[in-house]
């Protein structure tokens, strides 16, 4: 009776200590995923977006098939006289599945680039852009995004990114991605043009080329 009592009281401890143990590690886990995120943001804004040296960016985790990466705005709970805080969210598994390191730098020189444009606006013009979600303006936003990282150095690594993202989402996001973001192919075309002409990228900048047939010099 007794040696019965003790193995059941045994078994809650073990289980408690599992519970605890589990809640610890993945504390743990999300701590190293923002530290390493914000490591790196610290890094590509020190070389690349010198406009953002003051800014307030903080990284945040979130959970997704087949999103890695996010940013947003946030005006903070006073309306007034409060700085804006810029938030990227990363997503664990972009580390967990072994995502290249060339890739998720240029990934964040793309979030950057939202935190730029965002920076770049009023309030007014946020909240304006907060309601705007359509098809085309996404497109636009993400090319444009994916643009201001190439032109920072970044068109290498990107392609790096999105040969991995295709293989690391599921087959029914694909077209989408392909749509709202530079494709491999189409980097490429855009570096090989940059090489020769490298102030295409002013007339890019102010018509976001939206296919391939569009990236001309
Ligand atoms: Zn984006």
Do not use: C
Not at 189 to 208: A, C, D, F, H, Y
Request: charge should be positive.
């Amino acid at each position: 009776m007794s040696i019965y009592v003790k193995s059941n009281k045994m078994k809650r401890l073990t289980i408690q200590f599992f519970i605890i143990f589990s809640f610890v590690a993945h504390i743990y886990a999300q701590s190293d995923t923002i530290q390493k995120t914000q490591k790196i943001i610290n890094e590509v804004v020190a070389k690349s977006y010198p406009e953002l040296k003051s800014k307030n960016i903080e990284v945040q985790i979130f959970k997704s098939e087949s999103d890695y990466f996010q940013s947003r705005f946030s005006f903070g709970k006073m309306l007034t006289l409060q700085k804006m805080r810029y938030i990227i969210f990363v997503n664990p598994k972009v580390f967990e599945k072994n995502a290249p390191e060339s890739g998720i730098r240029s990934i964040i020189a793309h979030e950057l680039a939202h935190v730029l444009y965002y920076s770049q606006r009023n309030r007014v013009e946020l909240i304006g852009l907060a309601r705007l979600s359509s098809k085309d303006f996404n497109q636009k936003f993400e090319r444009g995004a994916d643009l201001e990282a190439i032109a920072r150095g970044y068109g290498e690594g990107l392609k790096d990114y999105r040969n991995w993202l295709y293989q690391n989402i599921p087959a029914k996001n694909l077209e989408e991605k392909k749509r709202n973001y530079f494709s491999p192919e189409e980097i490429d075309l855009m570096l090989e043009i940059l090489q020769k002409k490298p102030e295409t990228i002013e007339k890019w900048r102010k018509n976001v080329p939206r296919n391939k047939a569009e990236i001309t010099p």
